[in-house]
């Protein structure tokens, strides 16, 4: 059975990620896009479905990991009765596709094995392995190719390769293990030493660049650094997770493949980029969405594959048995056919901030953008599926009508009509429009709070950004009126915030998920609006101690157990504890920054 979710570290090379346990063992790994098929998919399923295992052979009797400071290179120690030795795993940020694993003594002599179990498509293709001419071993399976070289001797046997091998002192071995298609010439041998100190300047160059943040400043370069390995280099986009169908609760149905990458993200990601100084992702960010929402409004999709792909077609996989019996196991995602209103204003956002930090607009946005509002014009008042994706039909979702308001009031903006050499008048009274029904139709007298859709009574944490994007100011009753209606119903153990109330959750599937932690992260944002920043502060600590070991964050934590649910590492969960550090660190962070524009007006 796979560690709990928070027993694994990711490594990567900004196109894929792989997990791996504190055992040692490489659970899961696409190659050579985050999207693609699994060579490992253990996490999902059992060893059979394809692992890399090393670990010692002895009994350990203590084990520890960590990042090498500002990088992605990771080393896992294991203390045994004989001695101490470690693993230093890494993926070069380079051309091809390589993974190396680097095991180097440190006292006493430790007794290692190692077990590379190779299975295409998702665990389900057995390779046909053989030797090349310099020894390696060499896994095909139709199109695909992985080769394996290492000094150490190994051999097969119950269709797995196996060796055992030993270190001592300063000694070590190295393991490089390479991806490619079978036709071609099998990927050149690396140096495994070379690479690491090349790996390490890479990261160093990169991650040194992050700023002062107050006494969060390693927490925050360590997600920034998450963030960008969840950066698919050659386009610019960033997935929302490295895996797919990690439960949102044990043994339960909401297993979505999140490989790939959402519009909403967008805001998020490019403040936590622009504010902390990182224009060329950011910038790179921008021209994936440019390209990926190219064409006809209608034709917008929440979500694209990390290239711009925009077919991805939900399939299930019967041969993996799920994460801990969580089935269906998925990849693809159907909601990339719903409509989202609330994409519209994540988009118009995002393009508004690269302008707020100097960033000259591409020449693509001038044609796309009033195409894309003037179907908005209309759009904005049919029904969808919303934020969260429901699988119930489409409603009037309030923080969709609230990310319409926010794509007119960005259109209106002087910096806006200035760049776009564009009338204002037209946008600003669509805006005030939007802004008029939804605090007639969506607030609720009697709770004194918004609600998630028109006419309804139930409470939605998305309700939370309210404030967070100027819709209304923080003072604003209704406003303070909506965070405590949140804190009494969906605030639990003091510390998480539930995605909306949780019996007959009305979303069109079983209830019963873990807390969303971006929710949490909201409600930081919305203490520090309100100026209440001790409990701002606590919070946050406390979202802070959910972190694992080496500072990655799931999508969501079991309030019970505290386990972490969901896919992992989680974009979203790393851009709301960036977008925290920032907020409470500066006098003004970026989302109050965005909240006195509407005070002003």
């Not at 896009?33 to 010692?56: E, K």
């Not at 960033?238 to 909403?264: I, K």
């Not at 009338?423 to 709070?449: K, M």
């Not at 851009?575 to 909240?595: D, H």
Request: glycine fraction near 8%; proline fraction near 6%; include cysteine.
């Amino acid at each position: 059975m796979a560690l709990q979710i928070e027993d694994y570290a990711i490594v990567g090379d900004c196109k894929t990620v792989g997990l791996i346990g504190r055992d040692g063992s490489i659970d899961w790994l696409c190659w050579p896009r985050f999207d693609s098929p699994a060579v490992f998919a253990a996490l999902l399923g059992s060893p059979d479905n394809g692992r890399w295992l090393i670990a010692p052979s002895q009994p350990t009797l203590h084990a520890r990991r960590h990042y090498l400071p500002g990088t992605l290179i990771l080393e896992t120690e294991f203390q045994t009765e004989s001695g101490r030795a470690s693993i230093i795993d890494f993926m070069p940020p380079a051309d091809g596709a390589n993974l190396v694993r680097i095991v180097a003594g440190r006292s006493g002599r430790v007794s290692f094995r190692t077990e590379f179990v190779a299975r295409f498509s998702y665990g389900s293709s057995v390779p046909w392995v053989s030797r090349l001419d310099d020894g390696a071993i060499n896994a095909i399976a139709g199109p695909e190719r992985v080769v394996l070289r290492t000094s150490i001797p190994l051999y097969g046997e119950d269709l797995k390769t196996l060796g055992e091998f030993s270190v001592q002192g300063d000694e070590s071995v190295a393991f490089t293990l390479s991806y490619g298609p079978s036709f071609q010439s099998p990927p050149p041998a690396i140096d495994p030493f070379t690479e690491l100190a090349r790996t390490e300047a890479f990261w160093l160059e990169w991650s040194d660049r992050c700023p002062d943040v107050g006494p969060w400043t390693d927490t925050v370069k360590r997600s920034l650094i998450t963030l960008k390995a969840l950066t698919y280099a050659p386009t610019g986009g960033v997935v929302a997770a490295a895996t797919t169908s990690l439960p949102e609760r044990l043994g339960g149905v909401r297993n979505w493949d999140y490989r790939y990458c959402w519009l909403r993200d967008a805001t998020f990601t490019i403040l936590a980029f622009v504010h902390l100084g990182y224009y060329e992702e950011a910038r790179g960010w921008r021209d994936w969405l440019m390209r990926a929402i190219a064409g006809s409004p209608e034709q917008v999709q929440i979500m694209y594959g990390v290239g711009g792909e925009r077919w991805l077609p939900e399939l299930t996989l019967p041969w993996l048995s799920g994460y801990e019996g969580s089935s269906p196991v998925r990849v693809g995602n159907a909601a990339c056919e719903q409509t989202q209103i609330d994409v519209f204003g994540e988009v118009a956002d995002a393009m508004f901030q690269t302008l707020k930090a100097g960033m000259t607009p591409p020449e693509r946005s001038r044609t796309i953008r009033p195409v894309v509002l003037e179907y908005l014009t209309k759009a904005w008042r049919q029904k969808d599926e919303g934020i969260w994706e429901v699988r119930g039909g489409p409603q009037h979702f309030v923080h969709s009508k609230v990310m319409a308001w926010v794509a007119f009031d960005r259109a209106a903006n002087d910096l806006e009509a200035q760049a776009f050499h564009d009338s204002t008048r037209q946008w600003r009274e669509l805006a005030d429009e939007i802004r008029a029904e939804v605090c007639e139709q969506g607030f609720n007298r009697e709770l004194n709070s918004f609600v998630q859709t028109y006419g309804s009574n139930r409470l939605d944490a998305s309700l939370l950004l309210i404030p967070l994007v100027g819709f209304l100011p923080p003072d604003d009753p209704r406003v303070q009126g909506t965070l405590r209606a949140i804190e009494t119903k969906l605030f639990v153990a003091n510390e998480f915030v539930l995605r909306y109330e949780p019996d007959n959750p009305g979303d069109g599937l079983p209830s019963g998920e873990g807390a969303f932690l971006a929710c949490s992260f909201w409600l930081v944002d919305n203490y520090v609006l309100q100026g209440r920043l001790d409990e701002a502060g606590r919070l946050f600590d406390r979202l802070l101690s959910r972190c694992n070991d080496v500072g990655l964050l799931a999508e969501e934590v079991d309030p019970l157990s505290g386990r972490m649910l969901g896919n992992f590492p989680q974009a979203y969960s790393h851009v709301g504890l960036i977008n925290c550090a920032l907020n409470l660190s500066r006098p003004k962070g970026p989302t109050e920054e965005r909240a006195e524009k509407t005070v002003a007006e």
